[in-house]
Structure formats: C-alpha cells, structure tokens
C-alpha cells in the first residue's frame, strides 16, 4: 500500500462524498503523465473498476456511476479525487485509487463508504 484514500462514511441515500487520494510518494512530472483510477469492492464481490481518468485528460466511468460520480484530480497538489453525488446503497462498498505511472502502479489504502436507505 503506497497511497491513503480518505473521505469516505456513512451518509444516507441521496447524499455525496468525495473521495481524496494524495499521492506524496510520485514525483510531479510522472503524476502529471499518470492514467488514475477508483475501483471499489462490495462485500463479497470482486473489486470493480468505477472511473478512470487517463493521462490524456479522458474521463470514463462505469455505467451505473454515471451523471453521479466525478473524478478529477489537482496536479499541483498531486490528489486525485473523486465527486460521489447521489449516492445509492448499491455504492456501499469499500473505494481504493491506483495510479499507474507507466512504469508503476500504486495502490492506496481503501477507504469504506456505506450508503443507508
């Protein structure tokens, strides 16, 4: 584990989080070349991937997160981020980012969100 990802909790339906994962540990010019990515694991299910920014500057998502979740991310503070809006007890899970440099990936520490009807 070489990253922490914070920001998540428990919120009710309907609610938001947003999601931090700095990444002290990268130096700027591989962070700013970097293809970045949340997955999250529900209980009992595989972990799946949710939004990925590219180093390009693209933004996909996963289906079900779409028009709710946004990722980005702060070069000059070298964080990624991720913007939960509307948050469904289907998004319990627990969220990781990871960031692959090109030359490595990085994992971070899970951060648990858990969403009550």
């Known amino acids: 584990v070489q990253l922490q990802a914070s920001g998540g909790g428990s919120v009710q339906a309907g609610g938001s989080l947003k999601l931090s994962c700095p990444a002290s540990?990268?130096?700027?010019?591989?962070?700013?070349?970097?293809?970045m990515e949340w997955y999250r694991q529900a209980p009992g299910k595989q972990r799946e991937l949710v939004a990925v920014?590219?180093?390009?500057?693209?933004?996909n998502y996963q289906d079900s997160v779409k028009g709710r979740f946004t990722i980005s991310r702060d070069n000059s503070r070298k964080t990624l981020y991720l913007q939960m809006n509307n948050l469904e007890p289907e998004d319990t899970a627990v969220y990781y980012c990871h960031v692959d440099t090109g030359s490595r990936d990085y994992w971070g520490r899970g951060t648990l969100v858990t969403v009550s009807s």
């Open positions: 540990r990268i130096i700027l010019s591989e962070f700013t070349k970097s293809q």
């Open positions: 920014f590219t180093s390009g500057g693209s933004r």
